[in-house]
């Protein structure tokens, strides 16, 4: 979790210098009264640096980044786009606001993409794949790459959960051709809403920074309305103040995920070895952003039965076993685009992802776990385990 815990007086002092600057909140313009300060911009050249890319466009939010992403592929309607079925409804909404057909793969004991199941997916019309590292844990990457070099696919990675995390040292989000970010508030950083694209091309790029404004090929050395245009697009555009406290909380990142990798560790050592349950996995070299612990247990009774008895001691869990419905596609059939995809048999289209989803806990990781929480998860646990 996240960024709301460590919010304070620096994303404050990074609100007053936009005031003291002239209080110009439009990320374009007003050249002569604001001073030289340009907080959305300053955001995406910090954020780009942070994650070595070429490039970074801030957007209003990670479903908007998705949809942003999507548009810089000029999909035409029949075009196919794999993600996966643990995964935020999110993903799914951005696919079909692109026009394009979503379609789900299975999830291995990562909770992400099954790269063998993605590849049984993919068809003459799929386009591009949206890898998601799902609380945090990094996608098999390296696996789902080779899959969409060889079917000359694009390669987005949905990194709404994994920013700050990496891959044999390559940071989350820059493995594809595009990755997108979420700040919404449960993020590892936030600016109360936004979000991010990266790039490593400069087309994709200009493409999605014009689709992103109305067409604007910006141009800040004329007027906006000089601007020229060479397609439609719609309105993402991040505002000053969501960009002054993504610089403070850019800062912060290393030490929030660091913090939350210790607190993850030390949850880890509290639990492991307990009867009946093993963890999720995570590919070889990968470091996620620790946002949950999580593990599976024998059977969904039992998942239940963690849950019920944490909850009794004042203790959440996050998503698993309570909260599939807006993060499991088999649960999704208010998505006519999606049903219809999986030949109408929605509820039965992810067998695999179901049983593995249906024994799992989550436990969330908070930068300021409390002393003792550790011990508390453990003996909580062990009685319900060593019962089942
Ligand atoms: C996997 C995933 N993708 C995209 C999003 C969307 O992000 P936002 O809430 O910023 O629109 C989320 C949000 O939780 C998510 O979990």
Redo the contacts with the bound molecule.
Sequence with gaps: MPGFELIGTEEQAEIQEVFASGGILFRHGFDALRGGCYKVREFEVAFAEAMRVPHALAVT??????RVALAALELRPGDEVITQAF??V??VE?IIEARAVPVCAEVDATLNMDPADLERRITPRTRAVIA???LGTPSRLKEVAAICRRHDLTLIE?S??GCGGSLEDRPLGTWGRMG?Y???F??TMTTG???MVVFQSKTDYEKAAAWHDHGHENNPKVPRWEDTRSGSGFNYRMMELQGAVGLAQLRKLPGIVGAQRANQARLQAAIEGLPGLTLRESPAGSQGTADALVFFVRDNPTALRCRAALLEKGISTKILPEATTW?FAATWSHMPELVAAHGGALESAFPATSALLSRCVSLPVTVRMREGMPEEVRAVLSAVLTRA
Excluded at 61 to 66: D, H, I, Q, V
């Design positions: 939010s990670g479903t908007a980044a998705l995964t935020f999110a993903t951005a998601v590292h799902m949905d709404a959960w997108t979420s700040f919404d449960a993020k809403e936004g979000g993060h």
